[in-house]
C-alpha cells in the first residue's frame, strides 16, 4: 500500500531494456567518472540509480540481479578480467541476455562521438524518452489481464526449439571474420536438411505415428532425439532449446562447439538415411519405429541405434549381414507373445499390426528392386490424415447376409447391373435421368446373360421405378428376395462355417484373420455389406486415388488361391490358401509352433 505498483500485462522486454539502459547511464557517469568505484564496490552503496524496480513473476527482482551484474562488472574492470561476469552469466539464460544488453549499452555511452555529450543523450533518454501505455484499470468493463495478454499476442509466431537452436549456432559471436562462410554453409546445409526431413516418405519412416504431427520444423525430431528429450519432458516446452544452451554457455571455444554439435546432427541423419536407401533394412526397421517395443516402451531411434552398433563410444557399426539378423530377431521379439488364438475381429489393434507387417514383408520379398511399403501411405491413413480416412478390418467373405440399405439400393442396383452386364452408367447420370431411358442401354447387356441371370436384372431396374401407393411394403419384399437370391448365386461351395463349436464357446470362423484385409474406411464404406465380386471392383477402382496394401490387391486378385475356377467368390479353401501365405511370409518372424486354432482345424 505504501508504494505505487502495476502489474505490466505486456511490454516486460521493454522495460527491462529500459532499465539496463539507465543503469548503463549511470555505471559510465557517476561510478566511473567519480573516482570511487572502489569504495562503492566495498559499501555497496550508490550502485542502483533511482527509478523503477520490475518484481518478476520467475525470477530475483530487478534490483537483486542488477546489483549482482553491476558488481560484477565493476569487479572485472578493477581486474581487468571477465570472471565475474562469466560467473554471473552462467547462471541462467536471461541473466546472460541481460549482461549482453548492459555491456552493449556501456560500450555504446563510452564511443568518443557520445561520450563528450553524456549529459546531453542523458537528458533525452530520461526526459524525451516516453512509453505509450495503456492504463485498463480507468476504463470499466475492460477484459480480464490474461484475455487481454492473450489478444496482443494472437498475431506473434513463437520460435520452436529448432529455430531457437538455429539462432544459436549462426550467431555472429561464434564466428570469426575468417569464419562467416563456415555460417553460411551451416546454413544452406540446415535448409538442406531439412528439406530432405520434409520428404513424406523419409519423415513418416523415420517417426512414429504419435508424433509425425507434433514437429512443424522437421529437424527438431533429430535434436529431440539427441537431448535425451522423452516423454517425462513434454511439459518442458524449452527442453531441446536449454540442452544446447547450457553447453554453450559453457564451451571454451564455441566455434569448436557448434562445429562438434551439427557433426553429430549429420551423423545421425547419414544413420536414418541409410536405413531408409536400403530396402531390407527401410522395410525392418520401418515397422519397429512404428510397432516395435524395449523394456516395454515404444522402440526409438536411439534404441535401434544402440542396438546396431557394436562400440557405440567408437561409432563401430556390425557388419550389415549381421543388422539384417538382428532387425529380423527385433522383429520376432514384437510378436513373442502373439497367438494364433488372438487373431479375430475382436483384438482389432493386434489384427492390424499382423496385418500391416505381412503387407511389408510381402513388398520386401517382392523380386522388383523398386518394391517398397509406403510407410507415409499407411500412417497418414492410420492418422486420418487422407481425407479424413482410417484403416478398417475389412472382411473379406461379408460377414451377414446381404441386405442393403433401403437409402443405397438404388446406388447398389447400379453396382449389380453394371457386374452383369459390363455396362457402365454413373449413378449420378441415372440420378438425372428422370424418363428413365437408360434402362435400353442395358438392354444389349441382358440379352446375352443366362435366364437366371437376366431375371436378376430384370428385378433390378426396377429399383428405379418410383413405386405405386400403398405398394411400398410389397415391392420392397420382392427386391430383398432378389438380393438374396444374388447372395446365394455368389456363394462359395465351400463357404466359411459361421457357428463353430470351441469347447462350451461358439466361433465364427469369419472372424479369424484369413477373411480379413487392411481397408480404407472411404472404399470399405462405398459398398458396404456388399458380395465378393463388388467389393472386389470397387476396390481396383479406388486404387488411383488412395493407398491399396499390396496383400489386400492380391486377395481380390486371388493371387493366394491355389484353384482359380472361380474367381467370383470367397470360399474355405481361399481362407485357408490365404492363411498359408501369412505363415510363410511370416515364419522367420512368428512363434514355434504357429498354427491354426483348434476350432478352425475341426
Not at 79 to 101: A, Q
Not at 213 to 229: M, P, Q, R, V
Not at 417 to 429: K, Q, V, W
Not at 578 to 599: G, S, V
Request: one cysteine or more.
Amino acid at each position: 500500500k505504501d508504494e505505487k505498483l502495476y502489474e505490466v500485462i505486456d511490454g516486460q522486454q521493454r522495460l527491462t531494456t529500459m532499465l539496463l539502459m539507465n543503469q548503463a547511464f549511470h555505471i559510465v557517469k557517476n561510478i566511473e567518472k567519480s573516482g570511487f568505484r572502489d569504495l562503492i564496490i566495498k559499501t555497496e552503496k550508490g550502485l542502483i540509480p533511482s527509478g523503477y524496480d520490475i518484481k518478476y513473476s520467475t525470477r530475483k527482482n530487478s534490483y537483486t540481479w542488477l546489483k549482482e551484474l553491476t558488481l560484477a562488472y565493476l569487479h572485472d574492470q578493477k581486474e581487468g578480467t571477465t570472471t565475474h561476469i562469466n560467473k554471473f552469466k552462467s547462471k541462467c539464460r536471461d541473466y546472460y541476455h541481460f549482461e549482453e544488453v548492459l555491456s552493449v549499452c556501456i560500450t555504446a555511452l563510452k564511443d568518443e562521438k557520445v561520450i563528450c555529450k553524456l549529459n546531453d543523450w542523458e537528458t533525452l533518454f530520461k526526459e524525451r524518452a516516453k512509453f505509450i501505455w495503456y492504463d485498463k484499470s480507468k476504463v470499466p468493463f475492460e477484459d480480464s489481464n490474461e484475455m487481454i495478454f492473450n489478444r496482443l499476442n494472437a498475431t506473434k509466431i513463437k520460435l520452436n526449439n529448432a529455430e531457437l537452436i538455429k539462432a544459436l549456432f549462426l550467431q555472429k559471436g561464434v564466428y570469426s571474420n575468417d569464419r562467416i562462410v563456415n555460417r553460411d554453409q551451416l546454413a544452406i546445409d540446415w535448409d538442406l536438411l531439412e528439406k530432405r526431413l520434409q520428404d513424406p516418405e523419409f519423415w513418416m519412416f523415420i517417426c512414429r505415428s504419435e508424433k509425425v504431427t507434433a514437429y512443424d520444423t522437421h529437424i527438431e525430431y533429430l535434436f529431440d532425439i539427441l537431448s535425451g528429450k522423452s516423454s517425462n519432458d513434454k511439459d518442458r516446452e524449452n527442453f531441446t532449446f536449454d540442452y544446447y544452451y547450457d553447453m554453450y554457455l559453457v564451451a571454451h571455444d564455441k566455434f569448436e562447439f557448434v562445429k562438434e554439435q551439427w557433426k553429430i546432427i549429420n551423423e545421425l541423419f547419414q544413420i536414418l538415411e541409410e536405413w531408409y536407401n536400403n530396402r531390407h533394412f527401410y522395410h525392418l526397421t520401418g515397422y519397429l519405429l512404428e510397432y516395435g517395443m524395449k523394456d516395454n516402451k515404444p522402440m526409438t531411434i536411439p534404441d535401434l541405434v544402440s542396438i546396431l552398433y557394436e562400440d557405440l563410444e567408437k561409432k563401430r557399426m556390425m557388419p550389415k549381414s549381421k543388422w539384417l539378423y538382428k532387425l529380423t530377431e527385433l522383429v520376432k521379439d514384437s510378436l513373442s507373445t502373439l497367438s494364433s488364438t488372438q487373431l479375430v475381429f475382436a483384438n482389432k489393434d493386434i489384427m492390424i499390426k499382423v496385418l500391416m507387417l505381412f503387407n511389408v514383408i510381402q513388398e520386401d520379398n517382392r523380386s522388383n528392386p523398386n518394391a517398397r511399403f509406403s510407410f507415409n501411405e499407411f500412417k497418414r491413413i492410420k492418422l486420418g490424415l487422407h481425407e479424413g480416412m482410417v484403416w478398417h478390418l475389412e472382411h473379406i467373405a461379408s460377414n451377414t447376409d446381404y441386405v442393403p440399405d433401403l437409402d443405397k439400393r438404388q446406388q447398389l442396383g447400379r453396382d449389380l447391373l453394371e457386374y452383369f452386364t459390363g455396362i457402365d452408367i454413373s449413378y449420378e447420370d441415372i440420378k438425372k435421368d428422370r424418363d428413365l431411358t437408360f434402362k435400353a442401354k442395358y438392354t444389349e447387356g441382358i440379352e446375352l446373360l443366362n435366364d437366371k441371370e437376366k431375371d436378376f436384372c430384370i428385378s433390378l431396374l426396377q429399383l428405379f421405378d418410383s413405386l405405386p401407393e400403398g405398394q411400398e411394403a410389397i415391392e420392397e419384399k420382392e427386391l430383398q428376395r432378389v438380393f438374396y437370391e444374388i447372395q446365394k448365386h455368389f456363394d462359395a461351395d465351400d463357404p466359411l462355417r459361421e457357428e463353430v463349436l470351441d469347447g462350451n464357446r461358439t466361433r465364427n470362423e469369419k472372424d479369424f484373420i484369413w477373411n480379413f484385409v487392411l481397408l480404407n474406411s472411404r472404399t470399405n464404406m462405398s459398398y458396404g455389406n456388399s458380395i465378393f465380386p463388388i467389393k472386389r471392383k470397387r476396390i481396383i477402382r479406388d486404387e488411383d486415388t488412395v493407398f491399396t496394401p499390396i496383400g489386400t490387391r492380391n486377395v481380390f486378385d486371388k493371387a493366394y488361391s491355389h484353384k482359380l475356377s472361380n474367381l467370383i467368390t470367397w470360399g474355405r479353401k481361399d481362407a485357408k490358401d490365404y492363411w498359408d501365405e501369412i505363415n510363410r511370409t511370416l515364419m522367420k518372424f512368428l512363434p514355434d509352433n504357429f498354427k491354426l486354432p483348434q476350432y478352425i482345424k475341426q
